[in-house]
């Protein structure tokens, strides 16, 4: 049986027809047609599905639509814009990050709302951080200091 859910994202509203159930994913990246964030793993394992849910990273590959209700989402598409990026956005590029940049959605999604919080986070913080998100590429090394570079900026 479906449902009209009114999602919010990234400061636009949409109107979506879905099973309660449906993961969020699914309605992102199906119904909203939009590119990230990524189906990984499908068990939360993995964080490239990570999205903002009123600000608290979540993994939206297990959130069902049921569970979003006034919610504000925002994606990867909605931290930043291509004249005004997040300091993430800009940091990555600049430390050179990308290889094959599925899962990237999941370390700058996470990281920014770590960041948001923590303005002046030590190595060890960052790590922890980031500790349940999984790149296949091996790009940690450029991922810490990406982060790193980023917490400066905005700090």
């Given amino acids: 049986m479906t449902q009209r859910f009114n999602l919010t994202v990234n400061g636009v509203s949409h ?11 699914y309605a992102l990246r199906g119904d909203l047609g939009l590119n990230n964030p990524h189906f990984g793993c499908g068990l939360a394992q993995c964080g490239a599905c990570t999205v903002h849910i009123d ?25 930043g ?14 430390e050179q990050v990308p290889q094959c940049g599925y899962c990237i959605n999941g370390w700058i999604m996470t990281a920014a709302a770590f ?41």
Avoid: W
């Fill in 15 to 25: 109107a979506v027809e879905a099973d309660p159930d449906m993961p969020l994913l």
């Fill in 55 to 79: 600000g608290q990273p979540a993994r939206s590959c297990i959130t069902p639509l049921s569970a979003v209700g006034n919610a504000r989402i925002t994606t990867l598409a909605g931290l």
């Fill in 81 to 94: 814009t291509p004249d005004k990026p997040h300091p993430l956005q800009t940091a990555y590029i600049e």
């Fill in 115 to 155: 960041l948001r919080d923590n303005k002046n986070p030590s190595e060890a913080q960052i790590k922890d951080a980031l500790s349940g998100l999984k790149c296949r590429c091996g790009t940690h090394v450029s991922i810490l200091k990406a982060v790193k570079r980023a917490a400066a900026m905005m700090g």
